[in-house]
Structures are given as C-alpha cells and as structure tokens.
C-alpha cells in the first residue's frame, strides 16, 4: 500500500534559519507527492508536487523539496525561514491514476523571532 | 474567484440528530473527498467521488453518508451512527485524468457535540 510518513511531529527553527519538514514514504512504482501547508481553522494549501525526473522541486511561497529515491524521501525545504511560516505541513501520496491522496500524520513548524 | 466554500464554518450536532455539511465548488472539477482530521491522525478519508452519481467508501465511511447528484456539490450527512463525530471536516476537489493533479481543499467545517 502506497504511504507517506512524517517522523517529526514538531520542528522548531530560528526566524531566518533554513528549515527541514522531513517526509518518507513507501509505494511501489512511480511515486506521485505533494506538500500542502494548514493555518489555523483554514484548510489545506498546496505548495508543490514532484514531477518524475525533478529532484528539486520548487513550489510557492519560497518553499522547494527534494526528492531521494535511494533514501525514498521527499523532504520539505526552505533557505530562511520566517515567522509566518508557522503552521502544520502535511505530505500527501498519490496510490494511482485518480484516486484520493493519503496523507501523513503532519508536522507542526514553529518559527521563533 | 473559482473555488470550494464549505458550510456551515461551526456546527453542533445533538444526540441521536443527523447533520449535513455542506460543499460546493465552481472549479470545474470531476472529483471530489471529504476528510476528517482529527489532532495528532492527520487526515482520513471518508467518501469520495470521481463522477457524478457515483461515489466510493474510503477508510473511515462508518457512519456517513454522501450524494453526488450534481458536479458542483458533494454534501456529506454524519449520521447519528457516527458515535464520536466531534472533528474538523475537510471537503476537497481535483481535476481527474492526471496522477499528479493537486486537491484544492476548501476552509472545513467544526463539528461538535452539544
């Protein structure tokens, strides 16, 4: 069964610190993932997706991952963080053609100024 | 502006009462899910639709029920089965025909228990 695991339930970071939302996940074929972020009582934004042959992604609001298929990761990345980036961020997996994204348990970032 | 609207934002459900969310979208889309998320779970998938008239039980759909009579609209009914209903309901759509197409998710809405 296609899955996606989130090892970190909280991740702290200094305000212009590089920050890492670390995501694994486990499916056979092709893996289809995405990154989405949630602020308080909002639903959920899409920030990127990964596209085969791309091992970095880059998405909105300054966000990239990068894509491991020997250490079949596809981590969450950004090169400073801010303050308003503060919020829960989940990664998604696809299991084929058009069915529904499962998604991981999320990670809570706090970016502290 | 195209998108998903969910509501009511909060909802109370009393003992033994159906209720119905309500989802509607103007995104053009074929498919469209409804999530529970519960802190600490993630999000879990209830029912989902990718055509009109049809729809498919996902992991949790004890409890719930859904109709897709019309593209725009996937309203969801927590029955009075749901024995813990008390959670953040997620309404989603996506274009189908394409692996890597995103779900846009609309704004939930709070259930609670009074």
């Known amino acids: 069964a296609q899955s996606v695991a989130q090892p970190e339930d909280q991740v702290n970071v200094a305000e212009g610190n590089p920050l890492t939302v670390k995501c694994t996940y486990s499916v056979s074929g092709n893996p289809y993932l995405f990154w989405y972020v949630q602020y308080p009582n909002r639903g959920l934004q899409f920030l990127l997706k990964?596209?085969?042959?791309?091992?970095l992604v880059k998405g909105s609001y300054g966000f990239e991952a990068e894509f491991n298929k020997s250490q079949t990761s596809f981590h969450l990345k950004k090169p400073s963080a801010l303050v308003s980036d503060s919020a829960l961020y989940f990664c998604?997996?696809?299991?084929?053609?058009?069915?529904?994204?499962?998604f991981g348990k999320g990670t809570r970032l706090s970016v502290i100024a | 502006d195209g998108g998903i609207t969910q509501s009511p934002k909060y909802l109370f459900r009393k003992e033994g009462q159906n209720v119905t969310l309500s989802c509607e979208q103007n995104?053009?889309?074929?498919?469209m899910y409804w999530y529970r998320q519960d802190p600490g779970q993630g999000l879990r998938l209830i029912y989902y639709?990718?055509?009109?008239?049809?729809?498919q039980k996902g992991d949790i759909a004890e409890g719930y029920s859904v109709s897709r009579e019309k593209k725009e609209s996937f309203p969801l009914t927590v029955t009075s089965a749901q024995k813990n209903p008390t959670a953040f309901y997620l309404c989603a759509s996506s274009m189908t025909g394409g692996v890597n197409q995103p779900q846009h998710f609309g704004d939930g809405t709070r259930l609670s228990i009074l």
């Open positions: 998604a997996v696809r299991r084929s053609g058009n069915t529904p994204l499962v």
């Open positions: 639709s990718q055509i009109v008239n049809d729809f």
């Open positions: 990964y596209i085969t042959g791309d091992n």
């Open positions: 995104l053009n889309h074929d498919a």
